[in-house]
């Protein structure tokens, strides 16, 4: 069993997530309340590292009003530990769960030191580590660990990286973006999907229609994810 897992971005028509210098304005407010109404929607809200270094976000829902205070639970792919400690994800407004590795390629001994400080937040702030693979965070059984804690359903939030991650193992079940009208450019600036990418159309993860819509100056796209992906690229 695995959660279920619906993919959003706010994009270009490039497909950037953000320019080079990090300038991520590509959505307004309208398209923030439908990302919020999302989140209330899922148990959880998934991220990579790299987004909290480079965005710092807090990941709640206070776009739209929150009827029973409950946030869903933050998600943190971190494989070494780099998460600072005053990153606002580890506020107090929800649970936060930290995946890490066993090992990872950070000297062991500072590892355990950063458990030790991220253990004393724990006690006091709702943070929990949980271990999943080696080197790297091994998705596909910290779904497993995720369903396992009663986690259903989970909105990933990026980026580009992790984002990777997740299509490469067909771990994602539907997908949501709103295109705005701008092109932003640049090789170095993050994308929907980064990492390694497939290699052939016979690799790639095909898509299906469900619904389109206008919002502001962009679009709202929303697919299904077709699962028996092998077969369709044969056709
Ligand atoms: N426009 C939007 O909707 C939106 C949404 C989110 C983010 N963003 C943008 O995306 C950018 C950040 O993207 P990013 O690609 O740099 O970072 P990211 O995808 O948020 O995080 C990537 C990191 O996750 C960790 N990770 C651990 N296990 C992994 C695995 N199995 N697969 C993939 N990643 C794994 C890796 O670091 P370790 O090896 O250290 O664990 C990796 O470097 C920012 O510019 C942000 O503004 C935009």
């Not at 710092?56 to 494989?79: A, F, G, M, W």
């Not at 771990?171 to 973006?177: I, K, T, Y």
């Not at 929303?222 to 699962?227: G, S």
């Amino acid at each position: 069993m695995k959660p279920y897992v619906i993919s959003n971005v706010g994009m270009t028509l490039d497909g950037k997530l953000s320019t080079v210098e990090n300038d991520t304005r590509i959505s307004g407010e309208n398209d923030l309340k439908r990302v919020h109404q999302i989140r209330k929607d899922v148990d959880a809200i998934m991220v990579g590292i790299g987004t909290v270094l480079k965005d710092n976000p807090k990941l709640t829902i206070h776009k739209i009003p929150l009827e029973n205070n409950k946030n869903p639970v933050r998600i943190v792919v971190d494989s070494n530990l780099r998460i600072p400690l005053d990153s606002r994800v580890l506020n107090e407004d929800a649970k936060t769960v930290i995946a890490t590795t066993e090992y990872g390629s950070l000297e062991q001994s500072e590892k355990i030191k950063r458990i030790e400080k991220i253990k004393e937040l724990e006690s006091i702030e709702n943070v929990e580590i949980i271990y999943s693979g080696n080197l790297k965070v091994d998705l596909e059984l910290l779904m497993g660990k995720l369903s396992k804690m009663d986690i259903k359903s989970i909105l990933l939030e990026g980026g580009g990286t992790l984002n990777w991650g997740m299509f490469e193992k067909n771990l994602v079940d539907e997908v949501r973006v709103y295109v705005a009208p701008k092109i932003f450019g640049g090789s170095n600036a993050p994308t929907y999907v980064d990492g390694d990418g497939f290699k052939t159309l016979e690799d790639c993860v095909n898509l299906e229609l469900i619904d389109y819509y206008q919002m502001d100056e962009g679009i709202v796209l929303e697919y299904f994810i077709k699962k028996d992906n092998n077969q369709e690229n044969q056709e």
